[in-house]
């Protein structure tokens, strides 16, 4: 991984967390190091159960690393309570406090904090027009959308402003055109804040748009840290390429290693090139991974060959679903242009070539 | 085509819950208008009149037992539901423990142990206290009247803490309110209704004790319930009826107050 630029505002060192005793022992955290840097916006992706939300915990300090430590801007933050930590929290479920008004959620923390009044009504002020809550900042928090529920606590979470703001799916929530917005809306209230933001999300599309760098999670451990370019275009591992899109895998052999590129031999008796991810030494058989839209399918001859088995229509793109000779399936995903471009039949007889550069080798 | 189930449709539903509620309701119906009963029988109706209302009003007995009890059951309900609340508070905002169910049996053990024997057991204890200390006034009531209101009060508040979303307190914490604002500015206020039931229970409950109450109170100590009973024994007249009724009234009217209180917490 190649390291840091600037300041960390987080740094994870081998933490496990370890639930239940003896036989029920979960670790639900295995040993997981990673550092998040000043003012970005960074991404905890993975399935359900992977230690998404342990992770966030452990951060703001609602439960203790059962090894290994935390350090906030370098320094260890295991001593301090979470009232004591300059890290807010957006909870998957708001926990607005159903008690107070919009405006006294707000001003909740910078209260705590024994601000004077007249400073905590600024902030809140600003804050409520930060996310555009100004005509309902008098209304009780149990007579708002769902939507608006989700900007005050944003904004709450934002008022006192914390060195970290960590978010557990605060969209998952939301309707898909409201989660579109409010996609936007973080986005923007990062870069004006500046504030670096930890956001845990389990969909990928949500990861790869938003985030100045993801961290791929499963069962416990980070698989990879990167750009959403590097964790899509170059994945580690097969779970990470797998997660993330669409994927297509096919058994290959490996003829030839050299460097980070590989001649493999595909079941069809295709020979093709492919990539090796960094640090992998393949040997023998291998699991060649190609995205949908780094193969093409033809009419004729291409590198492997099979039967369409079902196109979809998606506006902007097509999705060809073919049954190859040797019984697994492939997607291939073609742009739309209108009138241009081969359209296939169902049961047709198609050939799919694989670009130069598609095809790279995962570990499993 | 299958009906579906409805209670309603059994036959002799309707006939059972009649018969409850005028089991329940027609007994009281009598004995509120036999307070308005001029005659000195209580089974026999001698025309409209308010006498038994004067003649109670009057009693000093009667007015020293329903001072006493109401001051009792005061300092009872709010004894057993600041204790009561506390436990409810140590009992759900930890991690599940062994030895924890031992914990509710034991906050509850006045709704399960028979109140004769809590109420032997107490006489005998206070008057090992009394010789020792001299001291014989009303404290002994209120604590005998705490102690087995404390489970009544604590039932509704564990209630509500259970049904309380941990992750508002949590919510607090992170806000840097120390756990003890974060008690006083979230979970209190959100708690309040429950209290509110929990003091109303046990207000009532101490109030309407009779058994451990007579085995505890000392010469001239009657509450109302005991001095009814001790009235009832030397023959009875519709004054008795009287302060039933008023009784009636005024727990009608506590708890509707509750109610609307506890309704507008929410
Ligand atoms: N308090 C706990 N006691 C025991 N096991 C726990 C506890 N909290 C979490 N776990 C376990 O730890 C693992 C990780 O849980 P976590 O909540 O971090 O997952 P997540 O990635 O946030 O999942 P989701 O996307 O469903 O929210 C799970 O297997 C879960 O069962
Ligand atoms: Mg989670």
Not at chain 1, 23 to 51: H, Y
Not at chain 1, 129 to 150: D, F, P, Y
Not at chain 1, 151 to 177: F, G, H, I, M, T
Not at chain 2, 186 to 195: E, F, Q, S
Request: with cysteine; net charge neutral; glycine share 8%.
């Amino acid at each position: 991984m190649p390291d840091t630029p600037g300041k960390n505002a987080i740094e994870v060192r081998g933490v496990r967390k370890v639930f239940g005793t003896g036989e029920a022992q979960v670790a639900a955290l295995d040993t997981v190091s990673v550092s998040i840097r000043e003012n970005e916006f960074f991404t905890l992706l993975g399935p359900s159960g992977c230690g998404k939300t342990t992770l966030l915990r452990l951060i703001a300090g609602f439960d203790f690393p059962s090894e290994g430590e935390i350090l906030l801007y370098g320094s260890d933050i295991a001593p301090l309570p979470p009232f004591k930590r300059p890290v807010n929290t957006v909870f998957q479920s708001y926990a607005l406090f159903p008690h107070m008004t919009v405006a006294q959620n707000i001003g909740f923390g910078l209260e705590m904090l024994g601000k004077p009044r007249a400073e905590i009504d600024a902030r809140v002020a600003e804050m409520l027009k930060l996310v555009r809550m100004e005509k309902l900042a008098k209304r009780r928090t149990s007579q708002i959308s769902g939507g608006q529920q989700q900007r005050v606590a944003l904004a709450r979470a934002l008022a006192p402003q914390p060195k970290v703001l960590l978010l557990d799916e605060p969209l998952s929530a939301l309707d898909y055109k409201l989660r579109k917005e409010m996609q936007i809306e973080l986005k923007r209230l990062q870069h004006e804040t500046g504030i670096t933001f930890i956001f845990v999300t389990h969909d990928q599309e949500e990861a790869l748009t938003m985030s100045d760098r993801i961290a791929v999670m499963s069962s416990g451990k980070i698989l990879q840290v990167g750009s959403p370019r590097d964790i899509y275009d170059r994945p580690a591992e097969r779970f990470v390429a797998d997660f993330i899109g669409e994927t297509n895998f096919l058994d290959a052999r490996i003829d030839s290693l050299d460097g980070g590129k590989a001649k493999v031999t595909l079941k069809s008796g295709a020979s093709i090139s492919a990539t090796v991810a960094d640090g992998f030494k393949p040997d023998g058989d291998a699991t060649v991974v190609i995205r949908p839209e780094h193969a093409k399918a033809v009419k004729g001859q291409g590198d492997i060959s099979g039967v369409v088995e079902n196109v979809v229509y998606f506006g902007t793109d097509t999705h060809v679903h073919i049954k190859l000779d040797d019984g697994e399936t492939f997607t291939v995903r073609q742009q739309n242009a209108r009138g241009a471009g081969a359209t296939f039949e169902r049961g047709e007889r198609v050939g799919v070539v694989i670009g130069d550069d598609a095809a790279q080798i995962l570990k499993d | 085509m299958a009906k579906r189930f409805s209670i309603r449709q059994q036959t002799g539903f309707t006939a059972i819950a009649a018969a409850c509620f005028v089991l329940l309701y027609l007994p009281i119906v009598v004995l509120v208008a036999y307070a308005f009963n001029d005659s000195t029988s209580v089974s026999e109706w001698g025309g409209f009149s308010l006498r038994w209302f004067v003649s109670a009003w009057s009693n000093v007995q009667v007015i020293d037992a329903s001072l006493r009890s109401l001051q009792i059951a005061s300092c009872a309900a709010i004894l057993a539901t600041i204790a009561a609340t506390m436990a409810a508070l140590a009992t759900t905002r930890t991690q599940a423990y062994r030895g924890l169910t031992f914990k509710y049996a034991f906050i509850n053990q006045p709704l399960m142990v028979p109140e004769i024997v809590t109420g032997v057991a107490l006489l005998i204890f206070f008057a090992q206290i009394k010789v020792a200390t001299g001291y014989s006034g009303l404290g002994y009531l209120i604590a005998a009247h705490t102690a087995f209101c404390i489970p009544f009060a604590y039932l509704p508040i564990r209630a509500r803490l259970e049904n309380m979303d941990l992750t508002l307190e949590r919510a607090a914490a992170d806000l840097y309110a120390t756990p003890w604002k974060a008690f006083r500015r979230v979970t209190l206020p959100l708690l309040w209704p429950g209290i509110i039931a929990g003091l109303m229970l046990a207000f009532v409950i101490s109030l309407d004790d009779v058994v451990i109450t007579e085995f505890v109170k000392s010469g001239g100590q009657d509450t109302l319930p005991t001095y009814m009973l001790g009235q009832i024994r030397r023959g009875i007249t519709p004054e008795v009826n009287a302060i039933s009724t008023v009784f009636l009234l005024l727990s009608v009217v506590i708890v509707t107050l509750f109610f609307f209180l506890s309704r507008k917490r929410d």
